[in-house]
């Protein structure tokens, strides 16, 4: 199973009045690990556009389970929790880099489309991508 695990400090501007990181914050960080991730496997999300295939989010969680603090690192780890014909879930762990520990964790489940936004069986449109994926499960 292929992983990546991308760093991010957070800034002042993520916070709360307590110097806690606003919720809805992860799912940006979400995205940061996502697109690591792509790009950790030698296919970038711009190079996946650029062929004309776009991977919205279709449904996307997290369960909050300590707080993140303002400037203190954390690891973003992404990995494939399922794909599926024209669906691929992603899911993260947001760490405290000094100790590991776990502070949330979620998923994102996001559909292969075309620019007109109609489903694409990637298996079929792209073999090369479907490979390099169900090889990192």
Known sequence: MHSCEAEIRPRYAETDQMGVIYH?????????????FFR?????YKQLEDEGIILPVVECKCKYIKSAKYD???IVRTTIEELKGVRITLKYEVLRKEDRELLAKGTTLHAFVDKELKPVKIKRVNPQIWEMLSAAR
């Open 40 to 44: 950790t496997l030698g296919y970038s």
């Open 24 to 36: 809805g914050n992860y799912f940006t960080w979400f995205e940061v690990g996502r697109s690591e």
């Open 72 to 74: 203190v690192p954390v």
